[in-house]
């Protein structure tokens, strides 16, 4: 079973996610949006599309998205196939979180690694 496939997204803590924000933008280039992140889509050496993109946001600390996890980052991997993937965590004795999202961005599912960082998996919807 394939299990992590790339990067989803990259998203950590700020005091002031809004200086943050304009500080990566001004300095890095970066786009941040109003929403607070970016997207970076994927393409080949050429620019081509890739067929995916990462996501880069800056959250308020102590956001609740990243509970209960103790770091002030959170990493989403993308996956082929979350609920077997969380099953396989699951028999293996890894924290698997009982909640999961199921929307239009994809399906969602946390397990906590063994230094207590909360990890997003994600399954992109089909064709993302």
Known sequence: MKRVTGIG??????????????WYKRHLGIDVQPWG?????WSDDAGNPGGGTTAWSVFAAG????????????????????????Q????????????TDDGEY??????????????????PPPGR
Do not use: Q, T
């Open 9 to 22: 997204g990259i998203f950590f803590e700020a005091k002031d996610p809004a200086a943050l924000g304009a």
């Open 63 to 86: 956001s609740d998205p990243f509970a209960p996890g103790r770091a002030p980052f959170m990493i989403n991997y993308r996956v082929h196939d979350l609920a077997a993937l969380l």
């Open 106 to 123: 994809g399906k969602f599912g946390w397990v906590i690694d063994p230094e207590g960082n909360k990890v997003e998996l994600w399954e």
């Open 88 to 99: 396989a965590l699951r028999d293996e004795g890894c924290d698997v979180l009982d909640k």
């Open 37 to 41: 992140g970016a997207a970076f889509d």
